[in-house]
C-alpha cells in the first residue's frame, strides 16, 4: 500500500507562488503516472495536472496552464508542482495521485487510483 505525503501549502497573496511536494513511500515510483489534483469547496474535484513515469511528458488542465509546472525527481520519490501567478480560483486542497500501472498519462481521475491527505492553498486578494 503506497503512501503520499503532500506538503507545501499555505496562504498566499494573489499573484504569488508556492511549490507543493509529494513524497511517495514506494519503490516502484518511477513506474507509474503521478499527478496532481485538488477540490474547492463546493466544488468537484478537478485534477490539474499529470506526469509520466520519466517525466517526459507532462499534462496540464486548461485552467492551469502557463502558471503551474508539474515534475518530479525518481531518485527521491517525490513529484513537485509549481504554481505561479496563483489566483483566489485557486484555492483548494490539493492532492497528490498515483497513476494505475499500465496506464497511459492522462488527467482523467479514474486512471488514478492513490492519494495522499492533501495540502491546503489559499489565495487571497
Known amino acids: 500500500q503506497v503512501q503520499l505525503v503532500e506538503s507545501g501549502g499555505g496562504s498566499v497573496q494573489a499573484g504569488g507562488s508556492l511549490r507543493l511536494s509529494c513524497v511517495a513511500s514506494?519503490?516502484?515510483?518511477?513506474?507509474?503516472?503521478m499527478g496532481w489534483l485538488r477540490q474547492a469547496p463546493g466544488k468537484e474535484c478537478e485534477f490539474v495536472s499529470a506526469?509520466?513515469?520519466?517525466?517526459?511528458?507532462?499534462l496540464h488542465a486548461d485552467a492551469v496552464k502557463g502558471r503551474f509546472t508539474i515534475s518530479r525527481d525518481n531518485a527521491k520519490n517525490t513529484v513537485y508542482l509549481q504554481m505561479a501567478s496563483l489566483q483566489r480560483e485557486d484555492t483548494a486542497l490539493y492532492y497528490c495521485?498515483?497513476?494505475?500501472?499500465?496506464?497511459?498519462?492522462?488527467?482523467?481521475?479514474?486512471?488514478?487510483?492513490?492519494w495522499g491527505q492533501g495540502t491546503q492553498v489559499t489565495v487571497s486578494s
Open positions: 495521485a498515483r497513476g494505475r500501472y499500465g496506464e497511459n498519462l492522462s488527467l482523467n481521475l479514474n486512471d488514478y487510483n492513490a
Open positions: 514506494t519503490r516502484a515510483f518511477s513506474l507509474y503516472n
Open positions: 506526469i509520466s513515469q520519466r517525466g517526459d511528458s507532462t
